[in-house]
């Protein structure tokens, strides 16, 4: 079956940085999406991609999705503590089931104040 | 708006015990999906529903999973009899569109632990 590769598996940065992390796929997606997710909580939509080479940002959050349709990226600039939470991408082949999506592995954020 | 509510939020059994979670999605969402997320991995779907009609069960272990959406409206997951390997978050999410691609709104979860 599909599968999303998400790098990385973790990270640890002091706020303020900024924080990279990226999504590869070994087949096409028509959508990419990014969410977040805390604990106890279900994930919760950053942002959704619809277009190859589209860029959109959400306040500090920015995302890509990839020319070949194959990745995404997202970017967090300015870290705040509040970022801390795990992050995953997701990604939706346009099959007939509407809304069938693939999530990676997640990459875990921690924001040292 | 209310959000999706699942009930309850953790359940610890047994192996070879039976469990039943519920879902509420949010009003007059037409699909209604069941996600499966095991401690560090990201969610698995286990079911889709358009309406009451089954659209994705591919990934359902059909010998001890069942799943029913009455009415078309709330949902329950049943598990019998359950397995370690069956611990994990059970997430419910739904959104509004039956046929088209839209932004799926996840409940909080419940949390099960099989002993």
């Known amino acids: 079956g599909q599968q999303l590769n998400q790098s990385p598996q973790s990270m640890f940065i002091q706020e303020g940085e900024d924080v990279s992390m990226n999504c590869t796929s070994s087949?096409?997606?028509?959508?990419w999406l990014w969410y977040k997710q805390e604990p106890g909580e279900g994930p919760v939509l950053l942002i959704a991609?619809?277009?190859?080479?589209e860029l959109t940002s959400n306040g500090r959050l920015t995302a890509q999705f990839g020319i070949t349709r194959k990745d995404s990226f997202l970017n967090i600039s300015a870290s705040i503590p509040s970022d801390v939470g795990i992050y995953f991408c997701?990604?939706?082949?346009?099959?007939?089931?509407?809304?069938?999506?693939?999530f990676g592995q997640g990459t875990i954020l921690t924001v040292h104040p | 708006e209310a959000g999706v509510a699942q009930s309850p939020r953790y359940k610890i059994i047994e192996k070879r015990q039976s469990v039943a979670f519920w879902c509420n999605p949010i009003s007059g969402h037409a699909t209604l999906y069941w996600y499966q997320q095991i401690l560090g991995q990201g969610p698995k779907l286990l079911i889709q529903?358009?309406?009451?009609?089954?659209?994705?069960d591919s990934q359902l272990p059909k010998d001890r999973f069942s799943a029913e959406r009455l009415k078309g409206v709330d949902s329950t997951l049943k598990i019998q009899p359950a397995k370690l390997e069956d611990s994990a978050v059970y997430l419910c999410?739904?959104?509004?569109?039956?046929?088209?691609?839209?932004?799926?709104?996840f409940g909080p979860g419940t949390r099960l632990t099989v002993l």
């Open positions: 991609l619809y277009k190859a080479g």
């Open positions: 997701a990604g939706n082949d346009g099959g007939t089931s509407y809304g069938k999506l693939t």
């Open positions: 529903f358009q309406n009451n009609g089954v659209v994705d």
């Open positions: 999410a739904s959104k509004l569109l039956a046929g088209a691609f839209d932004e799926q709104f």
């Open positions: 087949s096409i997606f028509n959508t």
